[in-house]
């Protein structure tokens, strides 16, 4: 992939709330790097409404706004509306919600806005599950982790939601994946969002130490074999129709992206099995889809 510079302004300050090794941290900052300083973030309830501290000790050297659970796609629309009565087309709206808050509570008021086209961009912090309240399932979870209400006893049976195609069939005019392992294609990614007018799609995965029971130290390798196992593709799609794949062209199985997580440390054989051919079964759709 191509490198590029990473800018050297920072906008999340120390003294942030997050867990040792929380990827979301890492995304947050890359993420205020590319949006910049005139930037208005819309926070629906999540780990988020606790990591950046409390005024006047915040971490956040931009504005946000805390906003209940479900109206993340609702709030960032009359955010939007109420700079561009007092003519600030400049500022950046964002919304940075949990999986929980986009896939689940939250989708209503996103799926609004991307019909109505409206103008900023939604970020999904995919951490696979409700995780500041203790790690409870949500429709992004992966087909039999283990999560306090999906015990090792009786675990998830269905797949993970696939949300991009949920986004894509809106036709949005951008959205697309990312994480930490890659940082340039990230803030490209970011970069290019900021560029677009209406509604824009940024799912990231965040690997959560505490929630995936995993070591801290491992939040990039985790990123990095998710995307070269196919689990967590890096892609792009314009207008809902035109897809491009960033292609890892070491690919590992599946496995090892499973053993390194805690969360799937009760899977058998046969359910790796399972997983493994779900993941190329979800591959092939995204092939088919991209037309390559
Ligand atoms: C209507 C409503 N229900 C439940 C809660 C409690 N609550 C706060 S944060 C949270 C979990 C959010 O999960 P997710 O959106 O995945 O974000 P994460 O915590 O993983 O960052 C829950 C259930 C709430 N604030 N409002």
């Not at 390194?260 to 009760?266: D, E, K, L, N």
């Amino acid at each position: 992939m191509k490198k590029m510079e990473i800018p050297l302004s920072e906008n999340l300050g120390h003294g942030h709330l997050a867990c040792a090794g929380c990827g979301a941290a890492v995304s947050m900052r890359l993420t205020l790097k590319a949006l910049g300083e005139k930037t208005v973030m819309v926070f629906p309830a999540s780990c988020w409404s606790i990591i950046p501290g409390f005024w006047p000790y915040s971490s956040f050297r931009i504005p946000v706004v805390h906003a209940g659970f479900v109206t993340g796609g609702a709030t960032a629309s009359g955010v939007r509306a109420a700079l561009d009565i007092r003519g600030d087309h400049e500022a950046v709206v964002a919304v940075w919600a949990g999986d929980g808050g986009t896939f689940d509570i939250g989708i209503q008021a996103l799926s609004g806005a991307a019909e109505r086209n409206e103008d900023f961009i939604y970020i999904c912090n995919d951490n696979e599950g409700y995780m500041n309240t203790g790690t409870q399932r949500s429709s992004a979870t992966p087909m039999y982790a283990w999560t306090t209400t999906t015990p090792v006893m009786k675990p998830k049976e269905n797949p993970k939601k696939d949300i991009m195609a949920i986004m894509a069939d809106h036709q949005i005019p951008y959205a697309a994946t990312a994480t930490i392992a890659y940082p340039e294609d990230f803030l490209r990614k970011m970069e290019k969002a900021k560029r677009i007018r209406g509604t824009r799609f940024i799912h990231l995965l965040s690997p959560c130490p505490p929630g995936w029971r995993m070591p801290s130290e491992l939040t990039i390798k985790i990123s990095r074999l998710a995307v070269r196992s196919r689990v967590f593709p890096l892609y792009e799609i314009e207008n809902g129709i035109s897809y491009t794949l960033q292609e890892e062209s070491h690919v590992v199985p599946v496995k090892d992206y499973l053993k390194v997580q805690g969360r799937f440390s009760h899977l058998t054989d046969s359910e790796i099995e399972v997983i493994q051919k779900n993941v190329e079964r979800t591959w092939e759709r995204l092939i088919k889809r991209a037309g390559s």
